[in-house]
């Protein structure tokens, strides 16, 4: 009788690599925090904390939930596709979107301060997109 661990295991992304398991990953956090934008406004406020709270509305949240869980499903892709070049492709864009999003809030906008519910999109955006890009022809055969 197989384990727990050993079950578990069955369901990771078989290809080379740990970019398609840290894909699987982003997209579960994903989940997680489209779940939290449905449910509550709490902590999509300490996001864009350079606003009044109050500015920060239900239907907004519930938009950033839906680009959210759009995201999920294309990098949950990639991490069982990683080889797929549209997919692939897919996958990297919306970490560029993502990094544009927060950058711009940040930078030009001035909705969101540095603080860590902002750094931790950031810094997963730029990580993975500079991975991808990296890694591109090691995932990617022409």
Known sequence: MATQSQVLLEYLPKSEGLL???????????????????????????LYA??????????????????????????????????NKTIYDMALLTYLIAFGHFTSEICFFRTAKINLPVLSPVVVSTASLIWMLRQYDFYVTP
């Open 50 to 83: 350079g606003v009044p709270s109050t500015s920060i509305t239900a239907l907004q949240a519930r938009t950033f939930a839906v680009w959210t869980l759009t995201s999920a499903v294309i990098r949950g892709y990639a991490a069982y596709n990683i080889n």
């Open 20 to 46: 398609p398991k840290w894909q699987l990953v982003i997209a579960t956090i994903a989940v997680f925090n489209t779940i939290q934008n449905f449910t509550t406004l709490k902590l999509t406020r300490r």
